[in-house]
């Protein structure tokens, strides 16, 4: 891993979270500004949409709610547009634009994997009702807002300030079950096609069947690559939070443990193409410098499966860095991991 500020191995998931926080908040305010001047080519809905939805995952990985819930409406709001059953007005905008600044506010917050607080609770409330009611728009509510132009605001550069404060005390329970979003229109009927011999389906992803394996924890850890060792774990030196192992680019990328993908992006810096995977409310694997993502986030994997290829993302080399962490906090890979 590079070293300096920018080397975030020695960050916890909350540090890395705000950073991912900062990066995607930052994407959102300059696409919505885009679409603000007029520009809304479907490639920049396509980025909005990705941010808000690692953004989510982010949120998900360290738990802060607030910031699910927010970025899930939004996503949702992005994608409906990408479908063409919504329109993005200025009002709509103005408030996608107070919901990127509520997403920076909660994440700056010191507790902010805590109970969300009260006044978080309303502002999250109010967002939450302000999209539901862009999303499903009823008894002519949609077209009286876009009518009169939506909230107020004294001009775009106070609506976006992160000090921005709006009332409101709209039931939180009730605003985040009415932006669930829209169902797809079913799709038409069409006649069958004529019957072909079904290919043989490929087969399910297996273990590694010569990873030997080691019992820590509760959890049966492998591998996830068995190159050279480069790099490993030092305590109390916070550039080497985990291990880097050498190979060549495409080299398999393997689950160290059964799991499920919290994380699959390129947001966080000096990790280039990660995946974290979640294998119990305890601990965390991180595998970075990938060249190809081979899942996504809420995808279950088994211990051993291939999840990435390897490669030099945000490295100077091929190389897998891989780490542990236990409650947040890295831990020694070399303590879980079978002996070599």
């Keep these: 891993m590079p070293r300096g ?12 979270f705000r950073v991912e926080a900062e990066n995607q908040t930052a994407i959102l305010t300059s696409g919505l500004l885009e679409l603000e001047r007029g520009k809304a080519a479907p490639q920049l809905l396509e980025t909005l949409m990705r941010a808000a939805h690692s953004l989510k995952g982010a949120a998900r990985i360290v738990n802060v709610q607030s910031v699910v819930r927010v970025a899930h409406a939004m996503e949702d709001c992005f994608v409906a547009t990408q479908e063409r059953r919504l329109q993005l007005h200025q009002s709509e905008i ?116 010569d990873g030997a394996v080691a019992n820590v924890g509760g959890i049966a850890w492998r591998w996830p690559n068995t190159g050279k060792l480069l790099g490993g774990f030092v305590a109390g030196d916070q550039t080497r939070q ?21 994380y699959s992006g390129n947001g966080l810096i000096g990790y280039g193409e990660l995946i974290i995977v979640k294998h119990n409310a305890s601990f965390l694997s991180a595998y970075g410098h990938n060249r190809k993502r081979l ?37 020694n890979p070399m303590d879980y991991l079978p002996g070599r």
């Design 5 to 16: 500020f920018d080397d975030l191995s020695s960050l916890s998931m909350l540090d890395l």
């Design 94 to 209: 103005d408030i996608l634009l107070r919901g990127v600044d509520l997403l920076l506010k909660i994440s700056k917050r010191p507790d902010a994997t805590a109970s969300t607080a009260a006044s978080d609770d309303t502002e999250v409330a109010q967002f939450l009702a302000s999209l539901a009611d862009v999303l499903h728009p009823s008894h002519g509510a949609g077209e009286k807002r876009k009518k009169s132009g939506g909230a107020s605001r004294a001009t775009p550069e106070s609506k976006r300030s992160k000090s921005h404060d709006p009332g409101g005390v709209a039931d939180i329970k009730e605003a985040a079950q009415a932006a669930t979003p829209v169902a797809p229109a079913p799709s038409v009927a069409v006649a069958p096609p004529p019957p072909v011999e079904k290919p043989a389906e490929p087969p399910a992803a297996k273990p590694v069947s």
């Design 242 to 262: 985990g291990v880097d192992i050498a190979g060549s680019a495409g080299d398999p990328v393997r689950a160290a443990a059964d799991g499920e993908v919290v």
């Design 295 to 331: 899942v996504q986030e809420g995808e279950k994997v088994r211990a051993g499966q291939q999840i990435a290829e390897m490669g030099s993302s945000a490295s100077s080399r091929d190389e897998l860095h891989f780490e542990i962490r236990k409650n947040g906090k890295p831990v």
